[in-house]
């Protein structure tokens, strides 16, 4: 690192001499101590010394000088960097001269001539001191709006965060207020009313109950499932513990699971994932995803309607699709699908209900696992959910 400059200025070379000799004795180790006998080559000097980036903490200057006097050179200086401080060293000066340094150049000190050494010394040592503790202010100051302007941005990053809590709390609460209390009002009327009139109720009818009840209480689980799974995520209790996987027995173990529900509906399910695929994500998030994704699409398909599991290479990853030519969605509904504070539930095509948590839960699982999800869909002729997972090596 380069040596500052203290820089004097004075017409009659002993002077500066004497000036030098007795600086540099006191500041030489630390200090470049350089002279100029006029203010027009002071001024140069000192332009050159700021253009290559050098700081000069102290300035002293004689008065009366031929061409430039120093009250001007002082002010000069002053204009270009108000920081170095500025001594005006003279026998001659005028209370005028004196004024107009203090006034344009801040001047710091006015010492006499002859001076005392001691005197002299003393003084640059304090100039130099409260130059640098100027200069640590500064940095101190910059460093300062640096950090509110940091602490601005992280609260208005945290409130927004805070914001899409209280959204997702709300609409958590709402689910629950809501959607749970619908079918648990199912179960109990269905249940109530078998229990009342038992004996009246035909075989038949009664089967039918059951199965009602059945089938209301399937839904209730798979809605509890996913508010409990979507609630840890939430907290970050949920954890990526990735390892190697065959996608496709996952997709086997959910589509026995959803089976009987496709089969009510007399839905064809193509699964035509290949058996060599190996992925590398969270094999419990994976399921839960294709168990909601394989769910919607048998929700929203016509009775007799087909679905379709299909994989592709896509890079360093796998792209899975679930695609059905069910209902389908207008864009205003595909594009508010992941809009927690929205409404989108849906009913399915034999009035199942939905609250649409599980694409919210998809959309954050596969995103934890390095993927993407997306969606493709035109009303009336069916919807292909996509995402995408890392290869195993």
């Known amino acids: 690192m380069k040596k500052q400059t203290i820089i004097c200025v004075d017409d009659e070379e002993i002077i500066l001499e004497a000036i030098q000799e007795q600086l540099e004795s006191t500041f030489g180790d630390e200090y470049n101590i350089e002279t100029s006998d006029s203010g027009e080559d002071a001024l140069e000097f000192f332009k050159e010394l700021l253009d290559e980036g050098q700081q000069v903490p102290v300035i002293i200057s004689d008065y ?21 401080l ?12 004196i004024s107009n340094a203090i006034n344009n150049a801040k001047l710091y000190r006015f010492i006499s001539k002859p001076w005392d050494k001691n005197d002299l010394v003393l003084t640059v040592k304090q100039a130099v001191k409260s130059f640098l503790q100027e200069i640590k202010i500064r ?30 709390k709300d609409k958590f609460f709402s689910i629950i207020a ?35 009840i059945n089938k209301a209480s399937k839904s209730t689980y798979n809605l509890l499932q996913n508010l409990l799974e979507w609630s840890r995520s939430q907290t970050g209790k949920v954890k990526v513990e990735a390892s190697e996987f065959s996608p496709l027995e996952i997709v086997n173990d959910n589509l026995e699971v959803l089976k009987q529900h496709a089969d009510s509906k007399k839905i064809t399910i193509a699964n035509e994932l290949n058996p060599e695929i190996k992925c590398f994500a969270d094999k419990n998030m994976i399921s839960t995803v294709f168990r909601n994704l394989i769910s919607n699409a048998i929700k929203f398909t016509h009775p007799n309607g087909t679905i379709k599991i299909t994989s592709f290479a896509k890079n360093s990853h796998y792209e899975f699709c679930v695609t059905d030519n069910g209902i389908g969605m207008d864009e205003a509904t595909k594009n508010s699908l992941f809009n927690l504070s929205s409404k989108t539930q849906r009913f399915g095509t034999s009035h199942e209900s939905g609250t649409g948590l599980g694409l919210h839960l998809c959309k954050e699982f596969v995103e934890n696992n390095k993927g993407e999800l997306s969606v493709i869909s035109k009303e009336n002729e069916g919807s292909t959910f996509c995402f995408t997972l890392p290869i195993a090596h």
């Open 64 to 84: 009366i000088m031929p061409g430039m006097k120093g009250d001007e050179l002082l002010k000069q200086i002053h204009e270009l960097s108000p920081e170095s």
């Open 86 to 97: 500025k001594i005006l060293l003279t026998g001659q000066a005028s209370i005028e001269g």
């Open 139 to 168: 940095k101190q100051n910059t460093e300062l709006l640096e950090l509110n302007a940091s602490l601005e941005e992280q609260v208005i990053e945290r409130t927004e965060e805070l914001r899409k809590a209280n959204a997702a």
């Open 178 to 212: 809501h959607d749970l209390k619908s079918p648990f009002n199912a179960l109990l009327g269905l249940s109530e009313a078998m229990l009342e009139n038992w004996q009246e109720i035909p075989d038949d009818n009664k089967i039918e109950f059951v199965q009602d």
